[in-house]
């Protein structure tokens, strides 16, 4: 009931594409969505979150969709650059607590 | 902001060795996690202080690995005795509402 998936493993996209990463997760006690960004020799940084009350959290090129009902999400990056090839995780928590479930993560290449 | 100071940042070790890694966190973070990071298992969760004061301790990782803060702006997490399957990433981060902020970890590894 822990657990996070994601989808696809790795992902190369075209420079310009947009990225489609997936996300699923089995308790239904999560709202709380932070998708983490780690680059080669750093640690993941946060990237965006969203709570479950929406459905929706844009951030720039980057925007969340979620889904409630089917306990899916996904993170889309619009117009991908070469700098945003990284590993992508996402994960998830209950607002208040402190345990935080990662995903897997997707690992994305976007060529020039 | 200097961020989660993470020492050092590379780490050989023979097996059986102890091994004390290092962290500093982002001042006026009241959690500190640790979390081993491998290609296989992911992000696993070792430790994780609020306050200063242990509250989980890692369950499998008991045995041999030992966290300890030992103020506000410094942890350390010790692996006694080491084996070969604890090469990894160690990674300490700090939590605030729900965020946590990473440093860049440790790669140790133990021939």
């Known amino acids: 009931q822990q657990q996070v998936r994601q989808s696809p493993q790795s992902l190369t996209v075209w420079e310009g594409e947009t990225a489609i990463l997936n996300c699923s997760y089995e308790n239904s006690a999560f709202d709380y969505f932070p998708w983490y960004q780690q680059f080669p020799g750093e640690g993941p940084a946060l990237l965006i979150s969203?709570?479950?009350?929406?459905d929706k959290k844009e951030d720039g090129r980057f925007t969340i969709f979620f889904n409630k009902r089917e306990k899916k999400l996904s993170l889309h990056i619009a117009d991908s650059q070469p700098g945003d090839s990284a590993t992508y995780f996402c994960?998830?928590?209950?607002?208040?607590?402190?345990?935080?479930?990662f995903g897997s993560g997707t690992r994305l290449l976007v060529s020039p | 902001d200097a961020g989660v100071t993470q020492t050092p940042r590379h780490e050989v070790a023979e097996k059986g060795q102890t091994i004390i890694l290092k962290c500093e966190p982002v001042?006026?973070?009241?959690?500190l996690f640790w979390y081993r990071q491998t290609k296989i298992q992911g992000l696993e969760l070792l430790s994780y202080f609020r306050s200063k004061s242990l509250m989980e301790d890692g369950g499998a990782f008991k045995d041999r690995f030992k966290a300890e803060m030992l103020n506000s702006s410094f942890s350390t997490l010790k692996i006694q005795p080491t084996e070969p399957k604890d090469s990894a990433v160690y990674l300490c981060?700090?939590?605030?509402?729900?965020?946590?902020?990473f440093g860049a970890g440790t790669r140790l590894s133990v021939l």
């Open positions: 981060a700090g939590g605030d509402q729900n965020t946590l902020y």
């Open positions: 994960a998830a928590s209950r607002t208040g607590g402190y345990k935080v479930v």
């Open positions: 001042s006026g973070h009241n959690d």
């Open positions: 969203i709570l479950s009350v929406s």
